[in-house]
């Protein structure tokens, strides 16, 4: 028994040994820049502008208030046609400075400041984790994913669930319509491009009624992704389903109907 036990320490010690191995081989190095990072980089400048969200927010998607209205308040947005997921919030705004944060981690594989990102959407997800089952990043159709190498969703969704301990389902959902990129699409366009997009994986099908979901992505823009995957869910029975992603564009309103 002791003999297991010092072996399992070892184990540990080998495995910090090699992530500091892999420091000194692979530098941290800036998201933006690509440089190794110092106190006074770009990225650290970067930061200091980023819009973190939080409460006050609609209720349902997230949309940031400017006073406190009371618990449970709704945007109008949302007072006219609730979404079909839950709840939806985001770390922080999708404006200028956060743009080349977000497109320099989704584009250029940059993966360095992943835990801080973590950090954010945890912190501003912090009133959906109650009773969730599992997270869910959002799929990329296979052709996607080949052509980028990874899911971006996907990372997000296991650095959260290194801080918060509830695990990542990514075979629940499946993309199954390869549908062109929601960049400069318009509000009914974006919503028609991935109307049908997703399917739960007939495997996965058990695993869904009842259950309560956070589905993972990086940016909310007009909602119309996440609005699809929940629809896909709740169809397959799912008892709840939030969304928490890394940025939101604040006022949707500006994205052409
Ligand atoms: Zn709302």
């Not at 320099?104 to 009773?131: C, I, N, P, T, Y």
């Not at 960049?183 to 009842?210: C, E, I, L, P, T």
Request: with cysteine; hydrophobic share 35%; aromatic share 8%.
């Amino acid at each position: 028994m002791e003999f297991l036990e010092g072996g399992k320490s070892v184990k540990r010690i080998l495995r910090g040994a090699g992530e500091r191995a892999l420091d000194i081989v692979f530098p941290p190095r800036s998201l933006i820049t690509g440089k190794v990072a110092s106190q006074d980089s770009v990225e650290a400048e970067l930061w200091s502008h980023i819009n973190f969200l939080d409460e006050p927010c609609c209720e349902a998607c997230g949309f940031p208030f400017d006073y406190d209205l009371g618990r449970g308040v709704l945007c109008g947005r949302c007072e006219i046609k609730r979404p079909t997921y839950d709840r939806a919030r985001s770390a922080f705004k999708y404006d200028n400075d956060s743009r080349r944060l977000v497109l320099s981690f989704k584009h250029g594989g940059r993966q360095e400041g992943l835990s801080v990102f973590a950090q954010h959407m945890k912190r501003a997800g912090r009133s959906l984790f109650e009773g969730c089952d599992a997270l869910l990043p959002v799929p990329l159709h296979p052709s996607r994913l080949r052509a980028r190498r990874y899911n971006q969703s996907l990372i997000l969704a296991r650095a959260l669930s290194k801080q918060t301990g509830i695990a990542v389902a990514p075979d629940i959902l499946q993309r199954v319509k390869a549908t062109s990129s929601q960049g400069g699409k318009s509000y009914s366009g974006r919503k028609r491009n991935v109307s049908g997009a997703f399917a739960v994986r007939a495997s996965a099908k058990n695993r869904v009624k009842g259950k309560a979901f956070i589905l993972i992505d990086d940016v909310y823009t007009t909602g119309s992704t996440l609005e699809a995957c929940a629809k896909t869910l709740k169809r397959a029975g799912a008892a709840r389903v939030d969304t928490i992603t890394l940025a939101r564009v604040a006022n949707p309103q500006s994205v052409p109907t």
